[in-house]
T-cell receptor
Framework: DVKVTQSSRYLVKRTGEKVFLECVQD?????MFWYRQDPGLGLRLIYF???????EKGDIPEGYSVSREKKERFSLILESASTNQTSMYLC??????????????FGPGTRLTVL | QKEVEQDPGPLSVPEGAIVSLNCTYS??????FMWYRQYSRKGPELLMY????GNKEDGRFTAQVDKSSKYISLFIRDSQPSDSATYLC???????????FGTGTRLQVTL
């Protein structure tokens, strides 16, 4: 079974703090993704990574950065947390095989509250 | 206009009912259509996917895509309390592309 784990289920931080969210997958997947999920807005892509040391901006990258130094690990960084970054953060990974749909596997999510 | 629109619900049905969940999308380039299920306090998990138009059945679940009207549906027959979850549609133009998600429909199946 594919397993995607996230470092924390719940996190409370103060405005201005630097926040690290960690994601690890154990299936040697090439692609990894960070989403945030908000009521009425659904899942929105923040950043994704095609492979190690590669990153691409998603739809809402402002205020975030990412790091992928190892294939299994993808980190989301909030350089200076703000209250509008209070959200559920979901990590996902997938492999890439030609000629077939490649499922994204999601972690359990981190609910971040910024006070 | 959003790329994909989904009625947020919530939808409450009695056990045994047939449930219809729907999404509409705007870009005809999309070729893959997915339904994800998300239980409370969990990440989404893929329920089923369909390539191009047509129907796909898996047990009590049927996914339907009508590309001419840009409309996708998920039908749940004989709904069970364990089907209570948020259902997210997702679309993508290709197997290596990003997904675009609907906002999700919250379903409650009552005894």
């Amino acid at each position: 079974d594919v397993k995607v784990t996230q470092s924390s289920r719940y996190l409370v931080k103060r405005t201005g703090e630097k926040v690290f969210l960690e994601c690890v997958q154990d299936m040697d997947h090439e692609n990894m993704f960070w989403y945030r999920q908000d009521p009425g807005l659904g899942l929105r892509l923040i950043y994704f990574s095609y492979d190690v040391k590669m990153k691409e901006k998603g739809d809402i990258p402002e205020g975030y950065s990412v790091s992928r130094e190892k294939k299994e690990r993808f980190s989301l960084i909030l350089e200076s947390a703000s209250t509008n970054q209070t959200s559920m953060y979901l990590c996902a990974s997938r492999t890439l095989r030609r000629g077939t749909y490649n499922e994204q596997f999601f972690g359990p999510g981190t609910r971040l509250t910024v006070l | 206009q959003k790329e994909v629109e989904q009625d947020p619900g919530p939808l409450s049905v009695p056990e045994g009912a047939i449930v219809s969940l729907n999404c509409t999308y705007s870009n005809s380039a999309f070729q893959y259509f997915m339904w994800y299920r998300q239980y409370s306090r969990k990440g989404p998990e893929l329920l089923m996917y369909t390539y191009s138009s047509g129907n796909k059945e898996d047990g009590r679940f049927t996914a339907q895509v009508d590309k001419s009207s840009k409309y996708i549906s998920l039908f749940i027959r004989d709904s069970q309390p364990s089907d209570s979850a948020t259902y997210l549609c997702a679309i993508t133009p290709g197997t290596a592309s990003k997904l675009t998600f609907g906002t999700g429909t919250r379903l409650q199946v009552t005894l």
